[in-house]
C-alpha cells in the first residue's frame, strides 16, 4: 500500500510564507507525478500544483509566481513552498501521488489571517 503524510501547515500572517512537505511510502516504484490540491471552507478540491516524471512542472493560474513545488533527490518527497501568501489561500492542503492509481494525504490546515 501507499501512504502520503503530509506536514507543515499553520497560521501566517498576509504576505508571509509558508513550507509544505509530503512524504511518501510504500510501493512507489511506479510514480509518475506528485502534487497539491486544496479545499477551502464550503468549497470542492481544487488542484494547485504537479510534478511529473520527464515533464515541467505546472501550476495553477492563482498560484504562479508565489509557490513554488518541488521533490527530493529520491522523487518520494514532494514541498510545496507558499510566499507571499493571501488570506483566499486559506483552505486545507491535500497531497497526491500517481502511479498505477491515484493516493491522497490526510491533508494540512493552512491559516492566512492577521
Known amino acids: 500500500q501507499v501512504q502520503l503524510v503530509e506536514s507543515g501547515g499553520g497560521l501566517v500572517q498576509p504576505g508571509g510564507s509558508l513550507r509544505l512537505s509530503c512524504a511518501a511510502s510504500?510501493?512507489?516504484?511506479?510514480?509518475?507525478?506528485m502534487g497539491w490540491y486544496r479545499q477551502a471552507p464550503g468549497k470542492g478540491r481544487v488542484w494547485v500544483a504537479t510534478?511529473?516524471?520527464?515533464?515541467?512542472?505546472r501550476y495553477a493560474d492563482f498560484v504562479e509566481g508565489r509557490f513554488t513545488i518541488s521533490r527530493d533527490n529520491t522523487g518520494h518527497t514532494v514541498s510545496l513552498q507558499m510566499n507571499s501568501l493571501k488570506p483566499e489561500d486559506t483552505a486545507v492542503y491535500y497531497c497526491?501521488?500517481?502511479?498505477?492509481?491515484?493516493?491522497w494525504g490526510r491533508g494540512t490546515q493552512v491559516t492566512v489571517s492577521s
Open positions: 497526491y501521488m500517481t502511479a498505477e492509481s491515484i493516493y
Open positions: 510534478m511529473s516524471t520527464g515533464y515541467p512542472t
Open positions: 510504500g510501493s512507489t516504484i511506479n510514480l509518475r507525478a
